[in-house]
């Protein structure tokens, strides 16, 4: 019952944090710390500045957060990654990151939409038709490029109910070193490589928690190379978007 008062407070009921996240960013540039995206982060190869901390955000849901992040860092002169799933694509948003110099991208989902769609239930099944999903990925990766007129160079895989009742996660499907030279991908967001240039991988929580494994204002000074992922649902709530998002996943749970 705690629980289910919490995640109703988190998605309906939460008080506006966007001024907190702002304020977050301030500490960090007053801490000496560049706030970048994870493409210009892989771009300054082996050198990079002493204190970094390198801004993603995960648009599970919800654009018009994301739109007023976004906001927020053009005012500060931050950068980030911004990776948009197919439900949340906003080709105007993408646009007008990428003319200001960060990242909008791909968050890509796959395996948990064809698992889905063809009620596959067993790993075994979904291995031996990964090549249908890789196809499936090209031409959905394509289409975001060609709609938005940008190069995707990194993307981020969303995790799923699926994923977790199936045990195989979206971004297994970028370990085909194949697929991403045929669409020019450098990076995923989680690769262990990149993972390990970090000293800390902080991501936002739902309330109370917030932060998970502490807030960056907590990192600052005792580690030089942060990586902060977030979510717009963690900061503003949007009750038209929280709710088509809670409705869709109740609804795939029944029929899956």
């Not at 082996?46 to 739109?67: C, E, N």
């Not at 948003?93 to 990242?103: A, F, K, N, T």
């Not at 240039?197 to 580690?223: G, K, M, N, T, V």
Request: charged share 25%.
């Amino acid at each position: 019952m705690i629980n289910i008062g919490r995640r109703i407070y988190s998605d309906y009921l939460m008080a506006d944090r966007t001024s907190d996240y702002a304020a977050l960013l301030r500490a960090a540039i007053s801490a000496g710390y560049a706030l970048m995206s994870v493409r210009d982060f892989v771009a300054l190869g082996q050198v990079r500045p002493q204190r970094i901390m390198v801004l993603r955000h995960d648009i599970d849901t919800d654009p018009g957060t994301a739109r007023c992040l976004f906001d927020i860092e053009r005012s500060l002169g931050a950068r980030a990654s911004y990776y948009f799933r197919l439900s949340t694509l906003d080709t105007r948003l993408m646009v007008e990151i990428e003319e200001y110099g960060s990242e909008a991208s791909y968050h890509f989902e796959e395996i948990a939409d064809f698992v889905k769609q063809y009620d596959i239930r067993c790993p075994c099944k979904l291995r031996a038709r990964m090549g249908e999903v890789e196809d499936r990925f090209f031409i959905n990766f394509t289409d975001i490029e060609r709609r938005t007129g940008i190069k995707l160079r990194t993307v981020a895989s969303h995790g799923d109910f699926a994923n977790r009742k199936l045990g195989i996660i979206n971004n297994e499907l970028l370990q085909n070193a194949a697929l991403r030279q045929r669409c020019g991908i450098t990076h995923e967001a989680y690769d262990e490589a990149l993972m390990r240039c970090f000293d800390i991988y902080i991501s936002d929580r739902p309330f109370p928690e917030l932060y998970s494994p502490c807030s960056p204002l907590q990192a600052f000074d005792i580690h030089k190379r942060i990586y902060f992922t977030t979510h717009p649902v963690h900061w503003r709530t949007n009750w038209r978007e929280t709710s088509r998002h809670n409705l869709t996943r109740l609804l795939e749970s029944w029929a899956w």
